[in-house]
DNA sequence: GCGTTCTCCTAACAGTGTTAGTTAGCCGCT
DNA sequence: AGCGGCTAACTAACACTGTTAGGAGAACGC
C-alpha cells in the first residue's frame, strides 16, 4: 500500500478499510500508527545480507552494503521513515552487531569498526534517499544556458543506472580508501604489540 | 521554530500565532507550505561553499562536502525534507552545477563528474540523516549481552564527535579511492588522444 | 467621495492519529 | 442451558492538520 500510494497515501482509515475494518479496530492490534512503520521497516531490512564478512571484511562490508541498497530500493516510499532512526528497530541491531564483529575479527580496531560502520550506512541511506526516495526534476529545459556545467550531466540524473553505477563508485572508492588505511592500521597496531610480526 | 519543535512541530496556525495573525492569512505571501519549506531549504543551502576548487578537485570536494554537512547539522529538523528532493531547487543546483564544472576542469570525464557529485551528495546526506537527525536509542542496557559486539561500541553512536569522525573518516577513504581512480582515468584519455602526453 | 487594492479575518471542508465507551459473538465453566 | 469473561469489532468524538471561499476594514490614488 505505501508501495503504491507513497507514505503520506497510508492512513489508519484506509488501511482499515482495505481489511474490511474501522481503523479504531487497529488500535487493537497496534499501540500506535510509528509501530507499525517500525515493524513494516524491520520487515524491509530482513532481507539485508551480513554473511559476506566470512569471505574477508571487504566482501563483508561489499555484501552488506548492496544487499542494504536494495532492501531500501525495493520499497522506495519507506525510505524516508527507515533513515530517520536507524538504531532502536532489532534487525538494525543485529547488523550493526554482524557488521562490527567482521570488522574487529578482520583486525580493525572497535572504534573502526564504529566508524566504518557507520560510514557505509551513510552511503547506502544517502544514495537511497537522494535516488529513488526523491524524484528528480522534470520540466528539462528549465536549466539549460542557467547552468551551463548541468546542460547535459543532469539529463542522465534519476536514471536508475547512473544511480547504481554512482553507488557503486563511491563504494569501491571507498573501499579502496579503506584498504589502504588497514595496511596502516594494522602494522601500527602489531608494532606496538608485536614490535613487528607480519 | 523548526530547530525548537521539530518538523512536524511547525503548522500554518502555529507559524501565523507566533506572527500575530491567522492562518489563513500566510496564503497571502505563500502558495502552500511545501513552498514555505522549500524556500527555508534554499536558504539553509545558501551557506553551502563550493568554491574550493580552485585548488583542485579533491579540496574542491572536501570544502564543498564539509561545508554542506555544516549547513545540515545546524539544522538537523529540517534534513528529512531537504534530503528528499535535492533537484528542483536553485541553490542545490548551483552547486551541482559548480561541482560539475570544478570536477570536469580537473580532468574528469563528464560521466565520472555527475557520478562523484552524486556520490558526494550520498556521503553528506546519509551522514546528516543518520547522526544527527535521527535519535539514536536512549535506553542502553536494553542491548547489552543481545548484541556481543555492539556493547561497548553503541555506547559511543549517537555522539558528536563520533559523528564527525565517522564522516572525515568516510571522506578521506573516498577521496583516496577517487584519486587512485583519477590517475587510471586521466592516464587512459591521455592514451586514447596524445598517445602518452605528460 | 469613489473605486481599487491589500491585508486580515471568520467559517468551513476534508482529512489526520488517537481515545472512550459500547455492543455482538464466542469460549469455557458450572 | 445459562452465565461470566474475553475478544474484536463498532460509533462518536477530540484536537489537530493544510487549504479555500468569501467578507470586512483600512489605506491609497484620482
Redesign the pocket.
Known amino acids: 500500500m505505501i508501495d503504491r500510494d507513497g507514505l503520506d497515501g497510508?492512513?489508519?482509515?484506509?488501511l482499515?478499510a482495505d481489511l474490511?475494518?474501522?481503523?479504531?479496530?487497529?488500535?487493537?492490534?497496534?499501540?500506535?500508527?510509528?509501530e507499525?512503520l517500525t515493524d513494516l521497516a524491520d520487515d524491509v531490512l530482513a532481507g539485508v545480507d551480513t554473511s559476506g564478512f566470512d569471505a574477508g571484511w571487504r566482501t563483508g562490508l561489499t555484501v552488506w552494503a548492496r544487499s542494504y541498497r536494495e532492501a531500501l530500493a525495493a520499497h522506495p516510499n519507506l525510505v524516508p521513515f527507515l533513515a530517520h532512526s536507524p538504531g532502536r528497530r532489532p534487525q538494525a541491531l543485529m547488523h550493526a552487531d554482524a557488521v562490527h564483529g567482521g570488522l574487529t575479527r578482520a583486525g580493525w580496531p572497535p572504534r573502526y569498526a564504529t566508524m566504518i560502520g557507520a560510514s557505509t550506512k551513510y552511503l547506502v541511506v544517502g544514495a537511497a534517499m537522494t535516488s529513488f526516495s526523491g524524484g528528480f526534476a522534470d520540466d528539462v529545459e528549465v536549466y539549460v544556458g542557467r547552468y551551463p556545467n548541468l546542460s547535459q550531466a543532469h539529463l542522465l540524473a534519476g536514471h536508475e543506472e547512473i544511480d547504481r553505477d554512482s553507488f557503486e563508485l563511491a563504494l569501491t572508492a571507498f573501499l579502496d580508501g579503506l584498504s589502504r588505511l588497514h595496511a596502516q592500521v594494522v602494522r601500527s597496531a602489531s608494532d606496538q604489540t608485536g614490535k613487528g610480526s607480519s
Chains 1, 2 share one sequence.
Open positions: 497510508l492512513s489508519m482509515r484506509r482499515a474490511g475494518v474501522r481503523a479504531a479496530s487497529l488500535y487493537g492490534y497496534l499501540a500506535t500508527k510509528d507499525l
